[in-house]
């Protein structure tokens, strides 16, 4: 990577965050989005992706009436005990909380078998994905990724001045890894891949992976998003870190947002060479934007296995519920080793969103492949079946 000159202040001037892109930082693209493209009566969310697009849901009166389906939250989290440790530290709020941090990070490194100076932390996987296309993409080059894969990174790398080269997932929806490594040219800045990718699910053969990060790092850069990871079958095991200890040039990105059941809490991390994390923390500090209630938080439930294990088998109840309705319906879906499901509908994306939504469940309808999908969370098994139940009135 083309290592940057200039400092925070210097970066700010340049224009990164000007106040187009302030509408592209961190935790607010998606909703902003969704006001600017309801407010404009778009179809779509982006206007300027031409490949994979999400449709605009409809204008809803009252939210709390919905059963939210759409942003893949664990709806048993965050275990109890978490919770008692994030309200006991309110009270110690007039404090900084870099202590704890540093006790939160040390736990990480042990996890993952790293050094704690090889951690980065910032509030939620997104806001780390965001910053690293913040510092990577400021003097142009291109990311690479697959179509469909999780926008956060691409639409701030494109939004400071990069470009997105993508490629199709193969039949079996994994990562097209031989053509990805064929695109790799001189303006190549990150691999980014997302395993298990959003938003279809699927996940890549950790071997063939592993093998490919370790051969492309040599290169360029390679970010690997594990958002999901501790939802798949073979869970951790199927992870990069393995790369991060070894020196290669490989960040994996991980959250508290999934299985730890604390998306509204805003807890993530990212390893990877502490040369490359440097390059990024000199622009950006991602600890500031973690309170101290969420780490005590986030150290509490990094100990409680048992309850995380208790939801990863719910979720893969109701999902596996879930996929067997839509397969006896006829619905094409895609396999899923995630807390979502994504199906093709025989329906233009926007329509069926107002027809689903005034069923009050909220899910979310996407454009790719010349084909309308839509992507389910899965809640509890009674979120499911109002899911489901909703499903056979619209299309009986």
Known sequence: MKTTNFNRREWLKKGALTLGAMALVPHDIWSSNVLTAQKEGRTFLYNSNNYFNEFTPPIIEEESTLTILRSNENPYGPPPKAAKAFQDEVFKGNRYAWESLNDLKTKIAKNEGINTNQILMGPGSSDLLEKVAMVFFQEGGNVISADPSYMSLIVVAKSVGGNWKSYKLLEDSQHDLDAMEAGIDENTKLVYICNPNNPTGSITDAKKLREFCSRVSEKVPVFVDEAYIELSKNGIKDSMNS?????????????????HGMAGLRVGYAIGKKETLDIISEI?????????????????????????????TKIADART????????????????????????????????????????????????????????????????????????????
């Open 243 to 259: 790369l991060v200890a070894e020196g290669k040039n490989v960040i994996v990105a991980r959250t508290f947002s999934k299985i």
């Open 284 to 312: 950006t500090r991602g600890g500031m934007g973690i309170t101290g209630p969420s780490i005590a938080a986030a150290i509490t439930s990094l100990e409680n296995t048992e309850f995380l294990d208790s939801c990863k």
């Open 321 to 396: 519920y879930t996929m067997g309705y839509l397969k006896e319906k006829n619905f094409s879906c895609l396999p899923s080793e995630t807390n979502f499901i994504i199906f093709e509908i025989p329906m233009e994306g926007k329509e069926f969103l107002k027809k689903i939504y005034a069923k009050n469940v909220a899910v979310k309808s996407f454009k790719f492949w010349d084909k309308n999908w839509c992507r389910v969370s899965i809640g509890t098994m009674d979120e499911m079946k109002l899911f489901t139940n909703a499903m056979t009135e619209i299309f009986a």
